[in-house]
């Protein structure tokens, strides 16, 4: 069962610009969600999180937005870098569960 | 200095051998974890474990078992390898918590298992 679910596998973005990374979940008891960023060989690493009392986290040039009655985050990345080229996780908790999506392979082209 | 350390990153055996993968952490964390990235990506948790209490995802198959000499190692035991066992695994911490928790979770490299 996908609770978690990153609908786009992959993304290519010109540098400079702005990524928009998606995740949806279905779990309504999920209360806290992170993103993770992975690259090629190496394991996660934490990025940024948020908890469904806010709707919006903002870290440098990385902001998580929550719409929890649409049970839907996103992660923005404002300006785009090629070292941002990695695959990111979007992960959410809640009720002694943690669930992870499949990952978004975002391409910051410069 | 890495804080989550996991050995071998990659390991190739035959299908019915029994293997091990290793992990230690220098965090000084409480849980230990180790998670299973599957052929579509997912990272599934398998085990999660504090120096009190282990707690096993119910659809891990009982060849799988965590062996914890002590808080810093987290070692994986596989038994009777199958062919379906073949995934990269990877191994993380966190300060407290258990499968839920409000904090972050630091993970090793992965060890890529390949059963033939």
């Known amino acids: 069962d996908q609770q978690v679910k990153q609908n786009s596998p992959s993304l290519s973005v010109q540098e400079g610009r702005i990524s928009i990374l998606n995740c949806d979940y279905t779990?309504?008891?999920?209360?806290?969600f992170l993103w993770y960023k992975k690259y090629p060989a190496e394991g996660p690493t934490f990025l940024i999180s948020?908890?469904?009392?806010?709707d919006k986290n903002e870290d440098g040039r990385f902001t998580v937005f929550l719409n929890k009655s649409a049970k839907h985050l996103s992660l923005h990345i404002v300006p785009s870098q090629p070292g941002d080229s990695a695959v990111y996780f979007c992960?959410?908790?809640?009720?002694?569960?943690?669930?992870f999506g499949a990952g978004t392979r975002l391409t910051v082209k410069p | 200095d890495t804080a989550v350390s996991q050995t071998p990153k990659y390991l190739v055996t035959q299908m019915g051998n029994d293997k091990s993968i290793k992990c230690e952490q220098n965090?000084?964390?409480?849980?230990m974890y180790w998670y299973k990235q599957d052929s579509k990506k997912f990272l599934k948790i398998m085990f999660s474990?504090?120096?009190?209490?282990?707690?096993i995802n119910e659809t891990v198959p009982n060849r799988f078992s965590p062996k914890s000499p002590d808080k810093a190692h987290l070692n994986l035991h596989i038994n009777s390898l199958e062919l379906g066992d073949s995934a990269v695994y990877f191994c993380?911490?966190?300060?407290?918590?258990?499968?839920?928790?409000?904090?972050?979770?630091?993970f090793g490299e992965g060890s890529r298992l390949t059963v033939l």
């Open positions: 993380a911490s966190s300060q407290g918590g258990g499968p839920s928790l409000p904090g972050e979770l630091f």
């Open positions: 779990n309504s008891m999920f209360d806290y």
């Open positions: 948020i908890s469904s009392i806010k």
């Open positions: 992960a959410a908790t809640g009720n002694n569960d943690m669930r």
């Open positions: 965090l000084g964390h409480d849980t």
């Open positions: 474990y504090n120096n009190k209490e282990l707690i």
